[in-house]
């Protein structure tokens, strides 16, 4: 089992900063990619930003591309997105999520693909 608990949310004006930190535990070995989703009320979970954890490439979805970099320390398990230019259509519950098995139909975007998730961490953007 892999366990993930995220930090660094909180309240923050538009224009502003924040950077989330996504801690991995547990079995954490041949683990491939790691991604941050979001999830505001009453909308579905998005794909926010994505990694994979040996080559460290990096995807984002295209309402963050310019704001958001999302980055990783292997040796510290841990994943880490910086938020800058925060907009108040960024407020959400930001969630981790991780996964070992990747096989040729795995969607880095996807959100059922991943088996692992945190207990999310809110983030309120005010304009």
């Known amino acids: 089992q892999v366990q993930l608990v995220e930090s660094g949310g909180g309240v923050v004006q538009a224009g502003g900063s924040l950077r989330l930190s996504c801690a991995a535990s547990?079995?954490?070995?041949?683990?491939?990619?790691m991604a941050w989703f979001r999830q505001a009320p009453g909308k579905a979970r998005d794909f926010v930003a994505g990694?994979?954890?040996?080559?460290?490439?990096?995807y984002y979805a295209d309402s963050v591309k310019g704001r958001f970099t999302i980055s990783r320390d292997n040796a510290k398990n841990t994943v880490y997105l910086q938020m800058n230019s925060l907009e108040p259509e960024d407020t959400a519950v930001y969630y981790c999520?991780?996964?070992?098995?990747?096989?040729?139909?795995?969607?880095?975007?996807?959100?059922?693909?991943?088996?692992?998730w945190g207990q999310g961490t809110q983030v309120t953007v005010s304009s």
């Open positions: 999520a991780l996964e070992q098995r990747v096989s040729s139909g795995f969607s880095l975007p996807t959100a059922t693909h991943y088996d692992y």
């Open positions: 990694i994979t954890l040996i080559s460290g490439s990096t």
């Open positions: 547990g079995r954490t070995f041949g683990s491939v990619v």
